[in-house]
């Protein structure tokens, strides 16, 4: 072996290690005889001369100290599929602010969520009783285990969370130190957009809220209310002659506590436009805990009210965990959830408990079986090969159903806050199952054009591009605007349009174009879809669209609360793709079609479509124009 005074020789012909090899524990030991950086192998003390000095900070500087970060996943799928509304104007803002016409659907879902959940039966006078009658035992264990959690700084918020103060409807500000229950249960969200972040500003605010004596109108707990008066008072109202919702905006607590009042039949949208948006403004966490903070509040109070309060507001979270989309179930979050079951089953609060729970593991189960659906795609895939015969072997309409089908499975598994997330964020990752979507959509559009573009002879190019013009007029028939408009992009793309057709084939296509034509802001397609009864999938880039240009052309906040104008704007465009995804499909899968589709992975890349178009037609040979090319 060489000694340490004599690296140079080593240095020329030996490689310098990378994070990246395979180097056992042994190896890494050894002292090396050219320099490293530290998170590859130890180094021996500087003062050591082991090493020359040559080998400066400043020389070894482009040594990376951790593996390059991965370059940031761009929007590729979902910015692909909305290519059809790239000439997107400004739709009138009464677009946005019309009524939704699923109130009856809304109603009905919370009816069927009741009966599901057993939630009619969770607010029986039993539970009233036990809840107002503790064991004699309690109270005194309750005062020892919160000395101890004040003395450790430990976990004394349990104890306080169900004070006997707070059995009588009172806030529990006033005695010991109850900051850091507050802390745990309830972040105040006197920033705009409360986060984790915000946690010690909060903090500070709420200790001086509770060692004031006297709180003025302004440092009242939102969440306490319980006045309908006062709620209101305390929000924005639209102005009489103004379009929108009556709401316009409010504070996050009072829109929360808003939300909670469900009994009223005028606050059925209201409250579906505050659960469907509530993440633009609120982290799910956070919610959950107000939510929980102010059920507690009143729960133990013998005051019929207030006992229905408290029933409306453990509906509205249950509601919320139920909603939770699966990427949102992370083990804080379900860690979070578990303590509040354990915290209910606690307080003898058992009927509660178990509505919870279920809502809990039906959730997790989904999960489960979303990774497991996951792990059998590779196993699933089938090769070229297994594709029978040609397009022409299937019937038009049958071609339609299977299309429906396999884009329903896809629609009616993308989660309403995916989309709302991807028009604010634009992060695939986010909206996982609307990536998914639009990846298919795209697939079948490049599968579209290449089968097209891979046939010699003129006549058979001529011959599939009507087959498709005739798959098309079926999925119109079956309100699959998506695979409809999958196939047009594909024969209106450039490399297809741009070779000789015959002019009936040529007037046909166009036709089947003024439904995706963007004058008005695409009113022909907008006025179809209204009129639309469900079963139908609908072409999502649109709202993607509506939705980006809402959250850009419209502020987070009006004098510093919540603009719910503008979340009354995105439920509205939501509204239709919840009224879809509610009526399913009843078609019969054909595994002959589906086989031949081959999961649309068989297509050409698009410079391989042009190099294909271009050897059919060079590029000066003119074509002869359409009536709709000659206009523009």
């Given at each position: 072996?060489?000694?340490?005074?004599?690296?140079?020789?080593?240095?020329?012909y030996?490689?310098?290690?990378?994070q990246y090899d395979?180097?056992s524990?042994?190896?890494?030991?050894?002292?090396?005889?050219?320099?490293?950086?530290t998170?590859?192998?130890?180094?021996?003390?500087?003062?050591t001369?082991?090493?020359?000095?040559?080998?400066?900070?400043?020389?070894?500087?482009?040594?990376p100290?951790?593996?390059?970060p991965l370059?940031?996943?761009?929007?590729r799928?979902?910015l692909?599929y909305?290519?059809f509304?790239?000439d997107?104007s400004?739709p009138?803002?009464?677009v946005?602010?019309?009524?939704p016409?699923s109130?009856?659907?809304?109603?009905?879902r919370?009816k069927?969520?009741q009966e599901?959940?057993g939630f009619?039966d969770?607010f029986?006078?039993?539970?009233?009783?036990?809840e107002?009658?503790?064991?004699p035992?309690l109270?005194?264990?309750q005062r020892q285990?919160s000395e101890?959690?004040?003395?450790e700084?430990g976990?004394?918020?349990?104890?306080n969370l169900?004070?006997?103060s707070?059995?009588?409807g009172e806030?529990?500000?006033?005695?010991g130190e109850?900051?850091?229950?507050?802390?745990?249960?309830?972040e105040d969200?006197a920033?705009?957009?409360?986060?984790?972040?915000?946690?010690e500003?909060t903090?500070i605010e709420?200790r001086q809220k509770?060692?004031?004596s006297?709180q003025?109108?302004d440092?009242?707990?939102e969440?306490?209310l319980?006045d309908h008066k006062e709620?209101?008072?305390?929000?924005?109202?639209?102005?009489?002659?103004d379009?929108g919702p009556d709401v316009r905006?409010g504070?996050?607590?009072i829109?929360?506590?808003?939300?909670?009042?469900t009994?009223?039949?005028d606050?059925?949208?209201y409250?579906?436009a505050?659960?469907t948006?509530?993440?633009?403004?609120?982290t799910p966490?956070?919610?959950i805990k107000?939510?929980?903070?102010?059920?507690t509040?009143?729960c133990?109070?013998?005051?019929?009210?207030k006992?229905?309060?408290?029933k409306?507001?453990f509906?509205v979270?249950?509601r919320?965990v139920?909603?939770?989309c699966?990427?949102?179930?992370?083990?804080?979050?379900?860690k979070?959830l578990?303590?509040?079951?354990?915290r209910?089953?606690?307080?003898?609060?058992?009927s509660?408990?178990?509505?919870?729970?279920?809502?809990?593991l039906?959730?997790v189960?989904?999960?489960?079986?979303?990774r497991y659906?996951h792990?059998?795609?590779p196993?699933?895939?089938?090769?070229?090969?297994a594709r029978?015969?040609?397009?022409?072997?299937?019937r038009?309409?049958e071609?339609?159903d299977?299309?429906?089908?396999?884009?329903?499975?896809l629609?009616y598994?993308?989660?309403i806050?995916e989309?709302?997330?991807w028009?604010?964020?634009q992060?695939?990752?986010?909206?996982?199952?609307l990536?998914?979507?639009t990846?298919?959509?795209n697939?079948?559009?490049?599968?579209?054009r290449s089968?097209?573009?891979?046939?010699?002879k003129?006549?058979?190019r001529?011959?599939l591009?009507?087959?498709f013009?005739?798959?098309?007029?079926?999925?119109?028939?079956?309100n699959?605007?998506n695979?409809?408009l999958?196939i047009?992009?594909a024969?209106d793309?450039?490399?297809?349009r741009?070779?000789e057709?015959?002019?009936?084939?040529s007037e046909?296509?166009?036709e089947y174009c003024?439904?995706i034509?963007?004058s008005?802001?695409?009113r022909a397609y907008?006025?179809?879809?209204?009129?639309?009864?469900?079963?139908?999938i609908?072409?999502l880039g649109?709202?993607?669209?509506?939705?980006?240009?809402?959250?850009?052309?419209n502020?987070d906040l009006?004098?510093?609360?919540?603009?719910?104008?503008?979340?009354?704007q995105?439920?509205?465009?939501l509204?239709?793709m919840r009224?879809?995804?509610?009526?399913?499909?009843?078609l019969k899968?054909?595994?002959d079609i589906?086989s031949?589709?081959?999961?649309?992975?068989?297509?050409l890349?698009e410079?391989?479509?042009w190099e294909?178009?271009?050897?059919?037609k060079p590029?000066n040979?003119?074509?002869?124009?359409?009536?709709?090319?000659e206009?523009?």
């Amino acid at each position: 072996s060489h000694s340490s005074d004599s690296p140079g020789s080593r240095v020329s012909y030996e490689r310098h290690p990378s994070q990246y090899d395979n180097i056992s524990e042994e190896d890494l030991q050894q002292v090396p005889p050219f320099p490293v950086y530290t998170p590859i192998s130890p180094l021996p003390p500087c003062g050591t001369g082991a090493f020359p000095t040559e080998f400066s900070a400043s020389e070894s500087s482009d040594i990376p100290e951790s593996p390059p970060p991965l370059p940031e996943k761009k929007s590729r799928h979902i910015l692909k599929y909305m290519q059809f509304v790239e000439d997107y104007s400004e739709p009138q803002p009464s677009v946005f602010y019309q009524t939704p016409q699923s109130e009856s659907i809304y109603e009905q879902r919370n009816k069927r969520f009741q009966e599901v959940y057993g939630f009619n039966d969770s607010f029986s006078s039993t539970d009233s009783v036990h809840e107002l009658h503790p064991p004699p035992a309690l109270p005194p264990k309750q005062r020892q285990l919160s000395e101890s959690a004040n003395e450790e700084g430990g976990e004394g918020e349990y104890v306080n969370l169900y004070s006997s103060s707070q059995a009588n409807g009172e806030l529990p500000h006033s005695k010991g130190e109850p900051s850091a229950v507050i802390d745990d249960v309830l972040e105040d969200p006197a920033p705009p957009k409360p986060s984790s972040n915000s946690k010690e500003s909060t903090d500070i605010e709420r200790r001086q809220k509770s060692t004031d004596s006297g709180q003025s109108e302004d440092e009242v707990d939102e969440l306490s209310l319980i006045d309908h008066k006062e709620i209101m008072s305390r929000l924005t109202l639209k102005q009489e002659n103004d379009d929108g919702p009556d709401v316009r905006a409010g504070s996050g607590d009072i829109l929360l506590v808003h939300a909670t009042e469900t009994d009223r039949k005028d606050l059925v949208l209201y409250c579906e436009a505050f659960l469907t948006t509530y993440r633009t403004f609120i982290t799910p966490e956070d919610l959950i805990k107000k939510l929980h903070y102010r059920y507690t509040t009143f729960c133990h109070s013998p005051d019929t009210f207030k006992k229905r309060v408290s029933k409306n507001t453990f509906f509205v979270l249950v509601r919320v965990v139920d909603e939770l989309c699966l990427v949102e179930l992370t083990d804080d979050i379900l860690k979070q959830l578990m303590d509040l079951v354990f915290r209910l089953v606690c307080n003898g609060e058992l009927s509660l408990a178990r509505v919870l729970r279920n809502n809990i593991l039906d959730k997790v189960e989904q999960k489960k079986l979303l990774r497991y659906t996951h792990s059998l795609k590779p196993l699933a895939a089938r090769g070229v090969a297994a594709r029978p015969g040609t397009l022409h072997d299937f019937r038009s309409h049958e071609i339609a159903d299977q299309l429906t089908l396999l884009d329903a499975e896809l629609f009616y598994k993308i989660e309403i806050p995916e989309v709302l997330l991807w028009a604010k964020e634009q992060n695939e990752e986010k909206s996982p199952n609307l990536t998914q979507f639009t990846e298919h959509f795209n697939n079948m559009s490049y599968w579209v054009r290449s089968i097209i573009i891979l046939q010699e002879k003129a006549q058979d190019r001529e011959k599939l591009l009507l087959k498709f013009i005739k798959i098309m007029k079926h999925l119109r028939k079956l309100n699959n605007f998506n695979s409809y408009l999958a196939i047009l992009s594909a024969l209106d793309s450039a490399p297809i349009r741009r070779l000789e057709w015959q002019k009936q084939t040529s007037e046909g296509l166009e036709e089947y174009c003024t439904l995706i034509d963007s004058s008005s802001s695409f009113r022909a397609y907008r006025a179809a879809l209204a009129d639309v009864e469900p079963p139908c999938i609908p072409y999502l880039g649109l709202i993607l669209q509506d939705l980006t240009f809402v959250h850009l052309g419209n502020p987070d906040l009006i004098d510093g609360k919540v603009n719910f104008s503008k979340r009354w704007q995105q439920f509205n465009i939501l509204d239709s793709m919840r009224r879809f995804q509610q009526v399913h499909y009843d078609l019969k899968r054909n595994d002959d079609i589906v086989s031949f589709f081959n999961d649309f992975s068989d297509h050409l890349a698009e410079e391989a479509l042009w190099e294909l178009s271009l050897k059919i037609k060079p590029r000066n040979i003119t074509r002869r124009k359409t009536d709709r090319e000659e206009k523009t």
